[in-house]
Every structure is written in structure tokens, then in C-alpha cells.
């Protein structure tokens, strides 16, 4: 999940310059997305994420342990593993694009807060390109147990680096 956990906050720290709609509307007048999403941000949270997973693979296949855990092996080889990263750090932004959607066609501007769905959005983004791409791998890797404790972690751990970001002036809510 470390593609998609940090490719949303790199797509805010790099972010910025043209938005993704272009200042264009959808039918019901509101903006499509927002100037929250930005090509920039996009491009460079995808690669964030993918970098680490990319870091990750690399020390998975020396056998690195983190306090007796096995860093995660994302594939039977490097082929499908870069897959799996590339779907879990880009559906990540597009989940959290996909949720942008939908707060503006229900009138709330950027910044405001949808509990849950804020914290969450990103984590279902990840999972269900994940699954397009490696329905197998995602089943075998992704069981109930490790579902549930992603849900219940991943609002505080997004909470906490929203946080984070708000204090170090990167985000301008602290949610």
C-alpha cells in the first residue's frame, strides 16, 4: 500500500499550475474537478508512488525485514510487480479524482470535508485498478483481515499527515 499511501500526499507537494479540467464546468455548472487537481500533481504523485514501490521491490528481493516483517513482493516477477505498484500509486490519485468529482456535483468546494470518504477514496482507487491489472495477486495478498486493517488504520494515518501538511503550510486544511 506504500505506492498508494504516498502518492497522494507527493501529488499535494508537487502539485500546483494547470488543473487537470481546465477550468471547464460539468452540465450542472460546478467545475469537473477543481484546481486542487493539477497535472503536476498528478504526474508527480504517480511517480512518487512508484519510485517507492520501485524501492520497495528492490529491497524485497534482498530479503529486507522492517522489525521482522518482509517488505511486500508485488509480483512473481519484476514485470508484474511494476504493474501492481504502477496501479496501486495511480489509482490512488484517480480514486481521489473520481471523489473530487463527486463533492463538487454535490456543491461542496475544495477543501471540504467528507469524513471517511476523504480518508478512504484513495485506498479504493488503489484496490480496484489493482485488481484490474492483477486480479490474482490482488486476492492472494489483499484477504479480509488486510482489508479491514486498512480501513481502520487509513484514517488516521491520513488524518495524521493531513495534519502534518497543514502544519508545514502544504495543505490549507487540516483535514
Same mark, same amino acid.
Not at 450542472?28 to 508512488?49: A, E, Q, V
Not at 477543501?111 to 489493482?130: C, I, K
Given at each position: 500500500?506504500?505506492?498508494?499511501?504516498?502518492?497522494?500526499?507527493?501529488?499535494?507537494?508537487?502539485?500546483?499550475?494547470?488543473?487537470? /479540467?481546465?477550468?471547464?464546468?460539468?452540465? /450542472?455548472?460546478?467545475?469537473?474537478?477543481?484546481?486542487?487537481?493539477?497535472? &503536476?500533481?498528478?504526474?508527480?504523485?504517480?511517480? %512518487?508512488?512508484?519510485?517507492?514501490? %520501485?524501492?520497495?521491490?528492490?529491497?524485497?528481493?534482498?530479503?529486507?525485514?522492517?522489525?521482522?516483517?518482509?517488505?511486500?513482493?508485488?509480483?512473481?516477477?519484476?514485470?508484474?510487480?511494476?504493474?501492481?505498484?504502477?496501479?496501486?500509486?495511480?489509482?490512488?490519485?484517480?480514486? /481521489?479524482? #473520481?471523489?473530487? #468529482?463527486?463533492?463538487?456535483?454535490?456543491?461542496?468546494? &475544495?477543501?471540504?470535508?467528507?469524513?471517511? +470518504?476523504?480518508?478512504? /477514496? #484513495? +485506498?479504493?482507487?488503489?484496490?480496484?485498478?489493482?485488481?484490474?491489472?492483477?486480479?490474482?495477486?490482488? +486476492?492472494?495478498?489483499?484477504?479480509?483481515?488486510?482489508?479491514? @486493517?486498512?480501513?481502520?488504520?487509513?484514517?488516521?494515518?491520513?488524518?495524521? @499527515?493531513?495534519?502534518?501538511?497543514?502544519?508545514?503550510?502544504?495543505?490549507?486544511?487540516?483535514?
Amino acid at each position: 500500500m506504500l505506492p498508494a499511501y504516498l502518492s497522494n500526499p507527493f501529488a499535494a507537494v508537487f502539485g500546483g499550475g494547470k488543473p487537470i /479540467d481546465g477550468g471547464r464546468t460539468y452540465k /450542472d455548472g460546478r467545475r469537473i474537478l477543481g484546481d486542487g487537481k493539477t497535472y &503536476r500533481g498528478l504526474f508527480s504523485g504517480i511517480f %512518487c508512488g512508484f519510485i517507492a514501490g %520501485c524501492i520497495e521491490i528492490w529491497l524485497s528481493s534482498r530479503g529486507f525485514e522492517i522489525m521482522g516483517i518482509n517488505m511486500p513482493v508485488f509480483g512473481p516477477d519484476y514485470k508484474s510487480a511494476l504493474i501492481v505498484v504502477l496501479a496501486l500509486a495511480s489509482g490512488a490519485l484517480f480514486g /481521489d479524482m #473520481f471523489k473530487s #468529482f463527486f463533492k463538487r456535483r454535490m456543491g461542496l468546494k &475544495r477543501g471540504a470535508s467528507l469524513p471517511l +470518504v476523504d480518508q478512504l /477514496d #484513495f +485506498v479504493v482507487g488503489a484496490w480496484v485498478f489493482t485488481y484490474l491489472v492483477a486480479p490474482e495477486w490482488f +486476492v492472494s495478498n489483499f484477504t479480509h483481515g488486510i482489508m479491514l @486493517t486498512v480501513i481502520i488504520i487509513t484514517p488516521l494515518l491520513h488524518l495524521t @499527515t493531513n495534519i502534518i501538511g497543514y502544519l508545514i503550510g502544504v495543505k490549507k486544511e487540516p483535514w
